[in-house]
């Protein structure tokens, strides 16, 4: 469940043509170092929200419909801004010359972690699941939960690092043009995910 969960919004595939501008001009090695690094940190970034979910949502006083509003709204808007031909152009141009300019490591955490990586949609999810296992009156069942979805976290950060490191290959294969495409069908995606998250936690709001 918790791979099946995660992975629309963490969207490895999806985010590997995004965050690519970043990666661009390093060279092999500074491309492995600063990939790892981004996995080390989507692990640690999605474990602390996994256990410290249920006390943030209890000490601001959130429900989980709230988040899943808000953060499908972020969703939207990062879709949105990709989709948007003009902006993307500038959007990359302005990377290819800050990466030249400025340490990668500055940007390793925020955007590309958060909240390219794992955004708002990946933290509304893992409230959820953290809520759910929380719910559990069963202790052996609740370890239990916990451990599949610490699985599931570790599996999808795989798929980052291998996505991450490979995107490269995968857009000169295609072209300028067969890449602006794919970006473009993945942005959609994100998008709708964004969408589907939102409406979701309206829904509940509704019937409230």
């Excluded at 989709?83 to 959007?91: C, G, H, I, V």
């Excluded at 559990?136 to 599931?152: P, Q």
Aim: hydrophobic share 50%; net charge positive; aromatic share 12%.
């Amino acid at each position: 469940m918790g791979i099946i969960a995660l992975f629309p919004v963490v969207n490895p595939f999806g985010s590997a043509f995004l965050i690519s501008p970043y990666l661009k001009n390093l060279s092999k090695s500074q491309k492995k170092n600063a990939v790892r690094k981004i996995t080390i940190y989507t692990f640690c970034f999605c474990v602390s929200i996994l256990f410290m979910g249920p006390f943030i949502l209890q000490a601001f006083g959130i429900s989980i419909s709230i988040i899943q509003l808000g953060g499908g709204i972020m969703i939207c808007k990062i879709g949105w801004e990709f989709l948007n031909s003009d902006e993307q152009q500038r959007s990359e141009n302005t990377l290819k010359e800050n990466i030249t300019q400025i340490n990668i490591s500055d940007k390793l955490f925020y955007p590309i972690t958060f909240p390219v990586t794992a955004g708002a949609g990946t933290i509304s999810v893992l409230f959820t699941l953290s809520a759910h296992a929380g719910s559990m009156v069963n202790k052996s069942s609740y370890y239990l939960h916990l451990v599949a979805i610490l699985i599931s976290i570790t599996f999808l950060c795989g798929l980052v690092y291998v996505c991450y490191m490979n995107i490269r290959r995968v857009l000169d294969f295609l072209g300028p043009n067969g890449g602006d495409v794919v970006k473009r069908i993945f942005a959609f995606l994100v998008f709708c995910v964004g969408l589907q998250i939102a409406f979701t936690g309206l829904l509940v709001l509704l019937k409230i």
